[in-house]
Structure formats: structure tokens, C-alpha cells
């Protein structure tokens, strides 16, 4: 009562200079109350107004109008039989996971555990039993580097192992910032955002940014991967999917839509199960035409490509982006409009972000339930992404050998006929072509040849596209290559698995047998060094040859 009256004395003289007693007892003496009101230059008018209202020649329902209120409708009442049973929710989740079992696509997890100082070897269950990891997305060993493991332990000491909330909420620390700096620097954009994880990322950034545009469309490649496919879902926006790297069936849709509508091409540069890299030069033009923007996935290939690690849309203009690494040196790098990568393959941490404009940034930032509220990631994760992006910026050491490791596993293979899906990329992928296969090899090479390579079933490929993925590392030594050879080559000898021929004779799948020219490696000779190599070898040659003249 009494802040009542203390904000009301500021509004109304008559108040302002009464107390609160006298207020107090016109408020129990009868009409006391009324009279003064009617003496109020302002109530008085409301009164009148009220009273001709009332006196109005329509008439005046006798009865009181029955107050309206929401109608709230009752569950109907189920009848509980007694011998009725309740859900069997235990049932339901062994049917479900029986339907796995019996279409070969359950998944098991091998329980391998990475030895820091004897990369890429690891132990299984016991300790004692210890295997060569052949299929880690750790492409280049940057996980047990020094250069970070060092920083995250600083770093833990320092700061402790948590950060404490979401990036809003005590978890915003110098290290993030830098981070994000240094993203944005690497992608020449003017921003860059951390998240927890890739996956995190792009189904944060697609529900947000396609569910704000009004009447988005998005187009989408058909190997797009799990993240996008969800984001896109999740912001209910139209799409259009388009055949893999198809560039035609591309611009047929582009074409069949509005000028003005918003458009977003969605797609990846390195498509990880079969190694393919996109378009991105002639999506990017496409996008252009049409008035799309792109959105483009580099997780596999953050790290791996380019001169600093900034991924294939870099790599397309090598030299330049080597000479001139700014944003605006005009490479087609500066032409996608957004930019996904992850800190958990080629940069040896977990983690996922994206970078763009400071505007869309921003948006995402104040928009995005994926960003605001989740826990921020630890100081001592930021720590070792931030010097493993900033270590591979300057050394391509470890790409151009992961490179030479990749050409040599895939020329061996090729040799003995074994399958390889044909791609420029760094991903081995050996085809078996069915899931109950793919696992046998998976298990033989594993229980007899001490190899892990894990199998890849429906739905991460499709039914009949079952395969190995091989993803060699700077680690794998020739002695574990020809280990790995080998033990494939057994392998298919003993089971009679089909070979390039066998695909060939029934038409192909998936690339191989398909009787055309293989493509091109991403990193040219040049890129590698091996024209020097082959320049040094020739001058040695021929001073060789001189000396025995």
C-alpha cells in the first residue's frame, strides 16, 4: 500500500498533498472517496463520460453479462483396463536396433586408443595388444604435436580444465578471441565464430540464417553431409537437392526460382567418404548469376590445403594466396560468402566454427540456440587449436608428406587391382561393395594383421557402396604401408573380393571400373617439390655419368 501511494503522489496533486491517513479513512467512510473524485479536474470528466454512457437510449440488459472466458476442453477420460499393458518401451528399442542388425548397417565401436609417442600406433582393450590406426581424421598427427600439447598444458595450469559457462556466460576468454582472429584471418574474412563442434556449426548456422531469410531456398549437394542436411531441416526453409557436383542440374534449379528470392548453395570441397572435391569455382560463379549466396564446408580439408592450411578454395589459387595471403588479394577464396571448418581433424583438437562477414557473424552470434546455449569450450582445447591453426599457417611440412603417403598407398593398391575410388583428394576409399564384407575385412585386418580400418556402411554411403576408408597420415612409415598392402592383398585373395576388372566387367560402381582417365591430385608436383626432386636427380645422374666419361 505504501509504494503504492509513494508512485502515485508523483502523478496526482490531490494525492501529492493529502497523507496517508486521510487517504486511508475516505477509503472506509462510505462515498467519501467518490466525492473528492468528482472534485478532480480529470475523474470528474471520466465520470461524466462514464454516466452518459450508461443513460444512453440502448437498452440495458436487465441481467448481468456473463463474463467470456476460453473454453478449455477436458482429455477425454480413458477407460484403464485391467489387463490393458502399458508401452513396452524396452521392446521398442531392441526392434529398432534388430532392424540394424539384420540390413548389416549396426555399428560397432572398436575400443582404440591412440598412443601419443608412438603415433599412429595404438593399444585395444589390453595394453599389451598394440595396432597401426589406418582411418583417423587426425590427417596430420598435429594431435600429440608438441607445439600443442605443450600450450594445453600451460594452459590447463593456468586456467583450469573447464570455462566455466557459455561464451555469454563466463565462458568468453582472451584465447576464444584470438582464436576466432586468427580464423577469420586464415579464410580472409572479416570474422569468425567457435563452436563445440562442426556438426554443431552447420546445423546452427543453416536453422538460423536460412530461417530468418523470408522464403529461403537452398540448394543442396546430394553428398552433403549429416550437419548440413539437419541444419537445413531445421530451418524449415525450402530446398532443392542437386545431383553430386553436377553443375548443369544446378543451374537448372537456380534458374527455376525467383530473382529475388534468397538463395543459399550449400556444398563441401572435400566430400570425405569418396575423396571427391566440389566445384567451387563454378558455384561460386553460378551463385553470382542467380544472386545466391554460398556456404561452404572445408572440414576436410582445413589444414590440409593451400599454402597456410585455409583449405581447397585457397589451394585453387596457390600461388597467389602464397604470395599475397590477405583478404582482397582477389582469389576466389574472397568470393564464398561463408565458410565452415573443424578443429577436430587436421588440427588435432575438437571443435567447429565458421567464418563470414562481420554482419552475418553477428547475426549467428545473437541468433543461433547452438552457439548461445552451450558451454563455451574449454581454455586449454582453444589454447591448442589456436597454436596448431598458427603452426600450420607457416609449415606445409606435414601436408606435403601426408600427400606423398596418400600417392603411394593409392599407386600400390592400384597395382594389385584393388579397388580404389577414383579422387584428387587425400582419402583412400577401398570398395567392397557389400556391408557384411566390408565388416569381415574390418575384423580380419584388425584380429590378424594388427590394422584398424574402420568399415563404412548405409547410411554414411550408400546400400551396395559399402567400403574401407583409408586415410594415411605423415606417421605411416613404408614399413606400415607395406604391412597395410599386404594384409589387403591377403584379404581379398582369400575371400576372392571383387577387383577393378570385376567391378569393370559388371559396369562399375562408385567410380571404379568406370573406364575413364583417374583425376588429377589436388597438390600438383610442383606443389610437393617433386620437380625439384626430379631436377636433383637429374643433375646427380648426369654428373655420374660425366665422372665415368
Not at 590378424?448 to 559399402?466: A, K, R, W
Request: charge should be neutral; hydrophobic fraction near 40%.
Amino acid at each position: 500500500m505504501e509504494v503504492a501511494l509513494m508512485h502515485a503522489k508523483k502523478a496526482c496533486p490531490f494525492i501529492h498533498v493529502a497523507s496517508s491517513s486521510s487517504l486511508r479513512s475516505l477509503k472506509s467512510g462510505g462515498n467519501g472517496l467518490l466525492n473528492k473524485a468528482q472534485q478532480c479536474p480529470v475523474m470528474s470528466q471520466a465520470m461524466h463520460q462514464q454516466t452518459r454512457a450508461l443513460s444512453s437510449t440502448a437498452k440495458v440488459a436487465s441481467t448481468p453479462s456473463k463474463v467470456v472466458q476460453a473454453e478449455v476442453k477436458a482429455d477425454s477420460p480413458v477407460t484403464h483396463q485391467s489387463k490393458a499393458k502399458h508401452f513396452d518401451y524396452e521392446a521398442f528399442y531392441q526392434t529398432e536396433l534388430e532392424k540394424k542388425h539384420s540390413d548389416k548397417s549396426y555399428r560397432y565401436f572398436n575400443n582404440i586408443n591412440r598412443l601419443a609417442q608412438k603415433f599412429p600406433r595404438a593399444h585395444t582393450a589390453r595394453t599389451e595388444d598394440e595396432v597401426t590406426v589406418w582411418c583417423a581424421n587426425d590427417y596430420l598427427g598435429m594431435g600429440r604435436n608438441p607445439i600443442l600439447t605443450d600450450s594445453m598444458k600451460r594452459t590447463l595450469d593456468r586456467y583450469g580444465a573447464g570455462a566455466g559457462g557459455t561464451r555469454n556466460i563466463a565462458g568468453n576468454a582472451d584465447l576464444h578471441l584470438r582464436l576466432e582472429s586468427e580464423l577469420a584471418d586464415l579464410h580472409h574474412k572479416e570474422g569468425a565464430l567457435v563452436f563445440s563442434s562442426c556438426y554443431v556449426a552447420n546445423d546452427a548456422t543453416l536453422a538460423t540464417v536460412a530461417g530468418k531469410m523470408p522464403g529461403c531456398v537452398i540448394f543442396s549437394d546430394s553428398l552433403n553431409h549429416a550437419s548440413m542436411i539437419q541444419g537445413i531441416r531445421h530451418s524449415n526453409a525450402q530446398k532443392k537437392i542437386f545431383r553430386h557436383n553436377d553443375m548443369a542440374h544446378l543451374e537448372q534449379q537456380l534458374a527455376s526460382v525467383d530473382p529475388s528470392v534468397p538463395k543459399i548453395i550449400a556444398f563441401e570441397s572435400v566430400y570425405s567418404m569418396c575423396g571427391s572435391i566440389g566445384p567451387i569455382r563454378e558455384i561460386v560463379a553460378l551463385a553470382k548469376k542467380y544472386g545466391a549466396i554460398t556456404f561452404l564446408d572445408e572440414v576436410h580439408a582445413v589444414g590440409m590445403y593451400g599454402p597456410r592450411g585455409a583449405g581447397v578454395a585457397e589451394h585453387l589459387d596457390y600461388d597467389l594466396n602464397a604470395e599475397q595471403p590477405t583478404m582482397g588479394n582477389g582469389s576466389v577464396l574472397d568470393d564464398i560468402d561463408i565458410i565452415t571448418g573443424t578443429l577436430g581433424k587436421a588440427y588435432g583438437v575438437v571443435g567447429g566454427y565458421i567464418a563470414g562477414s562481420a554482419n552475418f557473424v553477428d547475426m549467428v552470434r545473437s541468433y543461433a540456440p547452438g552457439f548461445i546455449f552451450t558451454t563455451s569450450l574449454p581454455p586449454a582445447v582453444v589454447s591448442g587449436a589456436l597454436e596448431s591453426v598458427k603452426y600450420l599457417k607457416q609449415s606445409s611440412g606435414e601436408r606435403v608428406m601426408q600427400q606423398l603417403n596418400t600417392r603411394s598407398v593409392k599407386s600400390r593398391l592400384a597395382d594389385l587391382g584393388i579397388p580404389v575410388v577414383p579422387n584428387p583428394s587425400h582419402i583412400v576409399p577401398v570398395l567392397l561393395g557389400d556391408a557384411a564384407a566390408a565388416k569381415h575385412a574390418s575384423d580380419e585386418l584388425l584380429s590378424e594383421h594388427g590394422i584398424y580400418v574402420q568399415s563404412i556402411n548405409y547410411p554414411t554411403v550408400p546400400v551396395g557402396e559399402e567400403r574401407l576408408r583409408i586415410t594415411p597420415t605423415p606417421g605411416h612409415n613404408e614399413q606400415m604401408t607395406d604391412e597395410l598392402v599386404h594384409a589387403l592383398e591377403t584379404i581379398w585373395t582369400r575371400y576372392d573380393f571383387k577387383r577393378v576388372d570385376d567391378w569393370a566387367a559388371v559396369g562399375g560402381r562408385a567410380g571404379v571400373g568406370a573406364n575413364v582417365a583417374p583425376p588429377e591430385p589436388m597438390w600438383t608436383d610442383k606443389q610437393l617439390g617433386l620437380d625439384k626432386m626430379d631436377e636433383d636427380k637429374a643433375v646427380r645422374t648426369s654428373a655420374g655419368t660425366s665422372a665415368a666419361i
